[in-house]
């Protein structure tokens, strides 16, 4: 009984992740990698530099896509899981984790590739990059509250 009183607020919490996750993907895909580029080189970034922050990042996106599919195939046997007509709740602890490690792969992953850009640049044209992200990430806050 409790499980199934748990379900549904379960479920609302999973697909509001989801979404986000779902919005975040849609704009990390779009023009980000051409700002950022651009911004780089009005920071006074060097091309060589700027080539191998390419190389990273697309090396980056290529790791990306086993660690969110193994992210994804976990959330969908959770799923599975819940929809049972006797839910094992064991089991679904159990799945719960395997969905959190994989996130939690695709975030490390994500704040290594981070690491290693920050790395190849110096410390004014991380204060003018960092200054750059956060202009972005208001203006995707912004946008995403009148949305709504």
């Known amino acids: 009984m409790l499980t199934r009183k748990l379900t549904i607020p379960f479920l609302t919490c999973l697909c509001l992740l989801f979404a986000s996750y779902a919005y975040a993907d849609e704009h990390r ?4 990698g ?3 580029m651009h911004k780089l080189k ?20 290529k790791a990306q896509v086993p660690l ?4 994804e195939l976990a959330k969908i046997e959770l799923h599975e899981l819940l929809d049972a007509d006797e839910v094992n709740e064991d089991e679904v ?13 695709v975030r490390k992953n994500q704040v290594r590739t981070m690491l290693k850009i920050r790395s190849l640049l110096t410390p004014e ?3 003018g990059f960092k200054q750059f992200h956060e202009k ?3 203006k995707r806050e912004h946008k995403y ?3 709504r």
Do not use: H
């Open 136 to 138: 972005r990430r208001k």
């Open 68 to 71: 969110k599919s193994a992210a």
């Open 125 to 127: 044209q991380r204060i």
């Open 34 to 36: 051409k700002g950022m």
């Open 42 to 61: 009005s920071l006074g970034v060097e091309a060589s530099v700027i080539k191998e922050i390419k190389r990273i990042s697309i090396a980056n996106r």
């Open 93 to 105: 602890m159990k799945a719960i984790e395997k969905v959190a490690a994989a996130e939690t792969k």
């Open 29 to 32: 895909n779009g023009q980000g």
């Open 145 to 147: 509250r009148n949305r």
